[in-house]
């Protein structure tokens, strides 16, 4: 599945983005969207920070609007 803008996706680890570390469950909103060569990224806002993440990274999940 990939994000789209708007979404809210969690974080089920420490995911590195480029200098940016995002901790384990942190809330991301979904800002951006890109296609590169090897997928997609998207590119995420969390507290104080933003950065990009690969389509291909397993350590975030969408966040279930019902829960």
């Given at each position: 599945m990939h994000p789209k803008i708007g979404e809210l996706w969690r974080s089920t680890g420490t995911i590195h983005t480029g200098s940016r570390t995002i901790p384990p469950d942190t809330i991301l909103i979904v800002t951006e969207?890109?296609?590169v060569p090897f997928g997609g990224e998207s590119r995420?806002?969390?507290g104080d920070g933003?950065?990009?993440i690969s389509?291909?990274?397993l350590l975030w999940e969408r966040v279930d609007e019902a829960g």
């Open positions: 969207r890109q296609q995420v806002l969390w933003t950065g990009w389509d291909l990274c």
